[in-house]
């Protein structure tokens, strides 16, 4: 059972641009929503995260957006530069479980 | 300061062959975590330690895979019996301990590249 869904697979952005990745996950007892980006021949590494109490967390040019009623959320980096070019995960996490799960990744090429 | 290190990088065995995989925590850490990350797939969850003992097993495929942390610190991953199948990224992380209310940033490392011919 794929716990985590994201989309789309894979996405190519111009300079400049908005990238948007969006996720729905179907247990409700995640509590935590981390979005990591991984660089090839890298482990990945967290870029922001939220908790669903809030419907909306920015840092910078990242931005989770959060529906709790819909078990969606999605990241918004804005201003896409080719530096950002990575695969992106989303994952949720149940309080006290520890475990992340991982959705299966877009890959993101943003071209100038 | 130094991140969560991994090793070996890569490894290369053949069917039926047992391998470890070893994998350095960042200082002070007291959780640590292994994944298994498959071509074009996110990680999967195979095991959590709190200090020496694992406090949740439940993603380990079967009884071939097998981990310890006997310091609290390194750990290894074991895999007997290594299959095709096994062939994947493994993934090692660690953070700090807050307990079940809180969260807390698990950093990776690099991961080892297990390939099984």
């Known amino acids: 059972q794929q716990q985590v869904k994201q989309s789309p697979q894979s996405l190519i952005v111009q300079k400049g641009g908005i990238s948007i990745i969006n996720c729905a996950y179907e247990?409700?007892?995640?509590?935590?929503f981390p979005w990591y980006q991984q660089f090839p021949g890298k482990g990945p590494a967290l870029l922001i995260a939220?908790?669903?109490?809030?419907s909306e967390k920015k840092e910078g040019r990242f931005t989770i957006s959060f529906n709790k009623s819909a078990k969606q959320f999605s990241l918004h980096i804005m201003d896409s530069q080719p530096g950002d070019s990575a695969t992106y995960f989303c994952?949720?996490?149940?309080?006290?479980?520890?475990?992340?799960?991982f959705g299966k990744g877009t890959k993101l090429s943003v071209i100038p | 300061g130094a991140g969560v290190s991994q090793t070996p990088s890569n490894k290369v065995t053949e069917k039926g062959k047992y391998v470890e995989l070893r994998c350095d925590p960042i200082?002070?850490?007291?959780?640590l975590y292994w994944y298994r990350q498959s071509l074009g797939q996110g990680p999967e969850f195979l095991i959590y330690f709190q200090g020496t003992g694992a406090a949740d097993d439940s993603g380990l495929p079967n009884d071939r895979f097998f981990a310890v942390r006997p310091e609290g610190s390194v750990s290894t991953l074991k895999i007997q019996r290594t299959e095709r199948g096994d062939s994947a990224v493994y993934l090692c992380?660690?953070?700090?301990?807050?307990?079940?209310?809180?969260?807390?940033?698990?950093?990776f490392g690099p991961g080892t590249r297990l390939t099984v011919l």
């Open positions: 247990n409700t007892a995640f509590d935590y």
């Open positions: 992380a660690s953070s700090l301990y807050v307990g079940a209310s809180g969260y807390n940033e698990q950093f």
């Open positions: 994952a949720g996490e149940g309080a006290g479980s520890y475990q992340l799960t």
């Open positions: 200082s002070g850490h007291t959780a």
């Open positions: 939220i908790r669903p109490d809030v």
